[in-house]
């Protein structure tokens, strides 16, 4: 088979750093009045998520020490739903996969999956609730916010998504789920989030809007009183700052790695066009016609949740798949579409060329074939030929110069491009 030249591309995105967290954190907790809020002595619970944000591990950290400096006692609370085989254990362990341990942060984390019976809301949705975090006198709900990967609306994956389904635990993250599929996210989250306002110890949030490069730009902290709005106006920010792919049409996306520290869906449904939701209206943009995916990241723990996103995928990334996990996950998330297991290629060489041979009538010429790492590192890929048009017209985008030859090695495994 022919393959294309390539060519090695940047994108500009946005820069905007938050350059001290410790003093950002500081600063918000002033603004808000921690002091008055929070009364020595109490027990504040403080929420910790699966996702591998690069900043969360020094903005939990700022924010446990600002609750210790008021006199109050912290804990950590494992906020993911169904994540880490929904057991109390599981979850653990993925805290401390992401640096997360009461060694490095001088606060107890308190695992367990029990939850307390909320009641329901207005519209019949039953809410679950961390009986951990309940039994505090105060919560602070950590959480990036960004758009989701399941929809679109005035909240999307935020505070209020950490609170219902975080935690939620496993029965709230199944009860979100299963009545999203009557409702949709939006209404569903803002409907359970608001009952969750009403009768359990929220006293903050603290929303992290991420640049383009997946670091703070903004950190904020929300109050109880205008949760909802405070964090619709941060999803704003998010949309304008979050990467995406620089192309409206693709012939075929190769992507290195999905991984939940990546997305929800292990590669961002936003970027690559597909959805795959039910109920959900499916995304117009941008239109990928093949997308291969090469492997699954050691921080998912073998949870492949999206891999039913791709058309292609290695045997080396089959080979990681936990089935256990991802299903737990895909059903939990009401969402069993995205664990189907694509076509397997042997080899890098395999799944590719089985891409071409789908693809429709592409050539070595006129294929538009983007290479990327993962869909959160958008600011270098491999593009083909074909699209250094369009890349030159676009005043974000540049171009280094040298065509690269696609290669596999002997043993099929695709190989850094390099000069002929």
Known sequence: MNYPKLAQITQRLNETRVADVDAAIAGEMRRVGLANRIKPGSRVAVTAGSRGITDMIAVLRATVNEVKAVGAHPIIVPSMGSHGGATAEGQTEMLEGLGVTEQSFGAPIVSSM???????????????????????????????????????????????????????????????????????????????GQH?????????????????????AKIEAVTPENFVEEEAKLLELAKETCPHLPFDRLDILIVDESGKEIS???????????????????????????????????????NGLGVGLADFVTQRFADKLDRGYTDVNCVT??????????????????????????????????????WIRNTATLDRMFVSTALLDEVAAHPGLGVTPGLLAMKFDVNGELLTPTRD
């Open 333 to 370: 998330a009401v969402t069993p579409e995205k664990g189907r297991l694509p076509i397997i290629g042997k080899t890098d060489k395999m799944a590719v060329d089985y891409a071409f041979a789908s693809a429709g009538p592409v050539t070595a010429a006129d294929v538009r074939l983007c």
């Open 264 to 302: 929800g869906t292990g590669m961002d449904t936003k970027v690559i066009g597909r959805i795959m939701n039910i109920y959900e209206p499916p995304l117009e943009h941008p239109h990928i016609t093949r997308i291969v995916l090469r492997d699954l990241t050691e921080k998912s723990h073998g």
């Open 196 to 216: 969750i306002l009403e009768r359990a110890p929220i006293t903050l949030g603290v929303g992290i809007v991420e640049n383009g490069f997946g670091q703070a």
């Open 114 to 192: 029990d939850v307390v019976d909320l009641g329901t809301t207005a519209e019949g949705i039953p809410v679950a609730f961390s009986r951990d975090a309940m039994e505090s006198d105060h919560i602070i709900v950590v959480n990036r916010i960004k758009p989701h990967t399941e929809f679109n609306g005035r909240i999307e994956s935020g505070l209020t998504k950490m609170m219902v389904i975080g935690l939620g635990k496993h029965q709230g993250a199944i009860n979100a789920h299963s009545w999203a599929v009557r409702f949709g996210y939006e209404r569903t989250l803002i409907a359970s």
